[in-house]
């Protein structure tokens, strides 16, 4: 048998790339090369720095670049999958309008893959992670935003627009009634589940707190700057009802968007990742009730509730995955 | 260049079913065969029913069964889509675990396609009406209840549980406070936009009524029996307030429904169809006008708003259509 194919991803973040060789069965060779994004110093040293990441990836796994059958480069949106380019980004300003997959492919020589980071993200589980035996999946991302990326038979669903899967704006209240989002409207996911919005909602839940005595509530008062979704979930997890609530009600609002996503592409498994899945099991299970409890009966029955298993590296493993795509399919 | 093929498309309803021959582009060769489907006779008889169905569509359109390539065949949920079976739907009661596709290509030894009505409805659209210049699309379909179907690059989301596109089961509210809607469920899309749900809400907005005179309040009071969303939809176009404002509600929440797609699928054209639509323009508008203030800016900036162009003849030019995808592509 021929040796195994290899791919290099990338995961371009506002703060830092994250770029890695992974092999055809998903392993990636070594540890990722993480450089500075630095958007501010513009978008020509930009497009250098993701190729230099690139080649440090390369030799971290002892290869060269003929060793390399594709590339994949994920960015965060705004975007434009299809032609290749990033367009004005909230997270990389000042760019505008840059040529990220022509770029790279110029610069190696090799086909290059271009995708959104949170479809990138959503491919890896998809690939080699926790739904990895799965024929369709939904990822959810938890973190200072909510993401999200929608898989089906190994086609990423992109979108028309390039906003396929932006599954944090999805509305689960009506615009009337809705928290404000970010984004400028109500009733967002986004608004009600993003560590940010749990945080928000702790803060609300103790100026009315009636219940138990709260050690998050004295915390909070004492604390203030590190009061943290990471915080509420410790406490949480040590029988704070206080913090119980705000985690019950987190929950809740995310089995609102699951049983959205069922109603819409009905997938095989949703799987969330970021910063809160870290609590495990018992917040898993939370999720889990909420959704057989307020998802379509039939679909819900069966459907699966998992957890990501890629952690921070879901991103440049699916990246490399799309390289992979533009020769193969998934095994 | 070879003679072009023909296709059957049969569409089966709970009341009556509906069959065609329809040429490679889309166009029935003859007016549809309507037979009654007679559900409570048992399912041997509506088997049996379907074939005669199709026997009569082809022989309408002086054609034998040499002349057709494959035959398609839609029913209404709840089904198994790929094992080909209608498993129990409310509306085709007893019939259980039906094994319709291969009774079908058994009785007539052809290719034969098997998909949910409402998909099959948006593949016609997709194909050769409201959307067919379109690579993507989401349609809702209006009636007693709210149906849908997605569309991407000729695929359809059929879903792991044959549940994609159950767009009236979205949820456009909470649970706590959202309208009760006839699945069990609370909140649904369905429970505010189907015609039975204009009807009630029409009802409601009546009671509380405190604006100009209305004639459509008259009405109801005087012909209850013949109330339906069709008469609060007259009574609109002719500048009846309270009626206004019953279908100014019912765009504003089928444009959350297709807020929700597009943070979802991002699809290039969202279409309506069923009665409803027959108001035409000014109640598409209505939608356009909140699509646009609801839906995420970058993608609702060039999402097409459309109403469905086939009618009723949609699901058996779908199902036609879906018959002809087991042997090739939208062209």
């Given at each position: 048998m021929a040796q195994q194919a290899k791919f290099v991803g990338l995961d371009v973040g506002g703060t830092t790339m994250k770029s890695a060789v992974v092999t055809d069965d998903g392993r990636p060779l070594?540890?990722?090369?993480?450089?500075d994004t630095n958007p501010e110093r513009g978008q020509d040293e930009g497009l250098e720095t993701m190729c230099e990441t690139i080649r440090r990836a390369v030799a971290a796994a002892n290869l060269t670049m003929n060793d390399v059958a594709a590339i994949g480069v994920a960015t965060p949106g705004l975007m434009d999958i299809k032609a290749g380019l990033i367009l004005d980004p909230p997270n990389l300003k000042p760019w505008k309008n840059v040529p990220v997959r022509e770029h790279v492919a110029r610069c190696f020589g090799k086909p290059t893959a271009y995708q959104n980071d949170a479809n990138a993200a959503a491919y890896g589980e998809f690939w080699v992670g926790a739904a990895s035996e799965a024929k369709?999946?939904?990822?959810?991302?938890?973190?200072?935003?909510?993401?999200?990326?929608?898989?089906?038979?190994?086609?990423?669903?992109?979108?028309?627009?390039?906003h396929g899967g932006e599954l944090g704006h999805m509305r689960i209240a009506m615009p009337d009634t809705g928290r404000q989002c970010g984004c400028g409207a109500r009733g967002c996911l986004e608004a009600y589940a993003s560590a940010t919005n749990v945080v928000r909602r702790a803060r609300e839940d103790m100026a009315h707190w009636r219940g138990a005595p709260s050690k998050l509530r004295d915390y909070y008062t004492a604390n203030d700057d590190e009061f943290t979704a990471k915080v509420i979930f410790r406490h949480a997890a040590e029988g704070d009802e206080l913090a119980l609530k705000v985690v019950d009600d987190t929950a809740y609002y995310l089995a609102l968007g699951a049983s959205a996503v069922i109603a819409t592409v009905d997938p095989e498994v949703i799987v969330f990742g970021g910063g809160m899945v870290a609590a495990g099991e018992w917040f898993r299970s939370k999720i889990d009730v909420y959704v057989?409890?307020?998802?379509?009966?039939?679909?819900?029955?069966?459907?699966?509730?998992?957890?990501?298993?890629?952690?921070?590296?879901?991103?440049?493993?699916?990246?490399?995955?799309?390289?992979?795509?533009?020769?193969?399919?998934?095994?």
């Open positions: 070594s540890a990722p090369v993480v450089m369709s999946m939904v990822l959810f991302t938890l973190g200072t935003g909510v993401g999200g990326g929608i898989i089906i038979d190994d086609a990423i669903i992109e979108g028309e627009h390039s057989k409890r307020f998802g379509l009966p039939f679909p819900t029955r069966s459907v699966k509730i998992a957890f990501a298993s890629l952690g921070s590296d879901a991103g440049f493993i699916g990246a490399a995955g799309c390289a992979r795509l533009l020769v193969q399919k998934k095994a």
